[in-house]
């Protein structure tokens, strides 16, 4: 059995420098669980939902001008505080700078036999009914909707249940209800003021709950409350999962069915926002001709058949779960796994706008996804 060393981090806040640092050198992958901050260039300040004091550039501008490297491969999910503008042009994922992965509002990908998918944003139960687009230059209000996650991803992910099971889940969401099955009270010892949120079921986010169910993934990572919180979720006779609450987290799940819950500080001093795992990798099945990552093939379905559908129906069906049947027809007419591209190109950013984005014109056009670039509000 091979092992891959994965290095996972917590809420980002745009200190890549000193993550890179913390991280030892023989590490495989990094992967960061949201607030990444993907900012260019002064003007994508204007399109991050933070407080005035923390509009900061960041160390993200040199990474994306080449002045720096990613010194390991990095895969990343989006949060609430984020370069909104850039993510929307890589809504099915992409490059956002040479070595760093974005994984789109949903995406799934290989790496080295693992199989890592990826929900960007924040709950939120209005925007998640509503489908509407924000558009640029964004009002208060969009500012904030423009990260909320939508059914559609929801949808998407829920038809990743296959003979591949998931190996790790990013959500920058707790799953709601995760606090009553690890160590609830040093959680309110170290974050009182969550108590009023979890007597009423209010903290975490329930399509996050529900992915999980669903899939099992051998690792669910977090972050967004800031705080270090881990559990074993031990698979039960029951259709969902259940958490023994006298089990101890390892690096490795103890049953196949087990799924290991991490959720990690932000970046900071003395701040629990770092773990690095061994995590087996058993790539027997799989056939990858080159190194690097793999677009997974039940992704590219369902961007299909869901995006096919909305452009049909302008809205999504009240049963989201109807897509699978869709996506398991659709997923058979993909007979190999395709190489995500090195195709990143750099772009001035001089004002505020969007710009038609290279990675996801060809995503769409090679894989017949609809898609229309967003738009300027006039």
């Known amino acids: 059995m091979k092992y891959l060393k994965v290095a996972v981090q917590g809420c980002g806040h745009g200190e890549l420098d000193k993550i890179y640092q913390s991280i030892v050198p023989n590490v495989d992958l990094l992967i960061i669980t949201g607030d990444f901050q993907a900012i260019r260039s002064a003007h994508d300040l204007n399109n991050i939902s933070v407080p005035q004091k ?25 949060g609430n505080h984020e370069s909104s503008s850039y993510l929307q042009e890589l809504r099915f994922g992409g490059w956002v700078a040479p070595n760093i992965y974005y994984l789109g509002e949903f995406g799934v990908v290989w790496y080295k036999g693992l199989r890592i998918g990826g929900l960007s944003g924040i709950y939120n139960e209005i925007s998640y009914k509503n489908d509407n687009e924000e558009r640029l230059p964004y009002n208060p209000g969009e500012l ?27 959500t920058h969401d707790w799953p709601q209800g995760i606090e009553h099955y690890g160590d609830l009270k040093l959680l309110l010892k170290l974050k009182p003021f969550f108590k009023t949120d979890i007597e009423k079921n209010q903290l975490g986010s329930p399509p996050a709950k529900e992915i999980v169910n669903s899939l099992k993934p051998r690792y669910c990572f977090a972050s967004h409350l800031h705080v270090k919180f881990e559990a074993v979720i031990q698979e039960t006779s029951s259709d969902e999962i259940d958490l023994d609450m006298d089990s101890e987290p390892t690096n490795e799940s103890k049953e196949s069915g087990d799924v290991q819950f991490l959720a990690l500080d932000k970046c900071g001093r003395n701040r629990k926002h770092l773990k690095i795992l061994d995590i087996s990798t058993n790539t027997d099945h799989i056939s990858f001709k080159k190194p690097g990552l793999y677009y997974d ?77 967003p738009e300027i509000s006039r």
Do not use: C, W
Request: glycine fraction near 4%.
């Open 297 to 373: 093939n039940r992704a590219i379905a369902a961007n299909k058949v869901v995006e096919t559908y909305r452009l049909e129906h302008k809205v999504l069906p009240q049963d989201i779960h109807k897509f699978k049947k869709q996506v398991d027809e659709e997923v058979l007419k993909l007979t190999q796994f395709h190489p995500v591209p090195n195709n990143f190109e750099f772009q001035l950013i001089d004002s505020l706008n969007y710009f038609s984005n290279n990675q996801t014109l060809k995503y769409t056009e090679d894989f017949g996804i609809p898609y229309s670039a």
């Open 144 to 170: 904030r909707s423009v990260y909320h996650v939508r059914a559609r991803s929801i949808a998407k992910m829920l038809a990743m249940s296959s003979e591949d099971k998931m190996d790790i889940f990013l």
């Open 54 to 78: 923390y509009r900061q550039l960041g160390d993200f501008h040199q990474y994306y001008s080449g002045k720096k490297k990613a010194p390991v491969l990095t895969i990343f999910i989006g």
